[in-house]
């Protein structure tokens, strides 16, 4: 079954589109967090961020770099949150990947995205270093 964004993507279900081209389409989230809040994703159907092709993460970051700038001057937005929820336990919703471009405002209140978060972790160099070269080896 595809999901609620392919059906976008094919007209089976109205959306306000804002941008369009051969891979990727953007759109206004149907509950917007802030007046302008609008997604972008790839036509094709990818669950995340991590299954995409490089072609196509190439293209769905040229369209946010278009929209990033678009949607700020759109709703006169002092900044914007740019994040995607990455699976599930990320509290990814829609199973295709989806990036939110959040405007936002002075006065807004809503913080950084640290603010998902308690207070940091306090790891310890030997802990820091071990993840650094895990990381390193994989990327
Ligand atoms: P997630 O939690 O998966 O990162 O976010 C999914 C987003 O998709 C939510 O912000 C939700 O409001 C939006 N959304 C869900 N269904 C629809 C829909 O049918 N149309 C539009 N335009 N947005 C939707």
Not at 13 to 22: G, M
Not at 96 to 123: N, S, T
Request: aromatic share 6%.
């Amino acid at each position: 079954m595809s999901t609620i964004f392919s059906q976008i993507v094919e007209g089976e279900i109205p959306a306000r589109i804002v941008y369009e081209d051969e891979t990727t389409i953007a759109f206004l989230d149907a509950n917007p967090l802030a007046p302008g809040h609008t997604l972008v994703i790839p036509k094709e159907e990818y669950e995340r961020l991590n299954d995409l092709p490089e072609d196509v993460a190439a293209d769905l970051y040229a369209t946010i770099h278009r929209l990033v700038p678009a949607v700020e001057d759109a709703v006169d937005a002092d900044a914007t949150t740019v994040a995607f929820n990455n699976g599930e336990e990320a509290g990814q919703e829609v199973p295709h990947v989806h990036c939110h471009i959040v405007p936002r405002f002075d006065d807004d209140g809503a913080g950084p995205i640290h603010g998902l978060f308690g207070a940091p972790e306090d790891l310890p160099d030997d802990e820091l270093d071990e993840i650094a070269s895990e990381i390193e080896s994989r990327a």
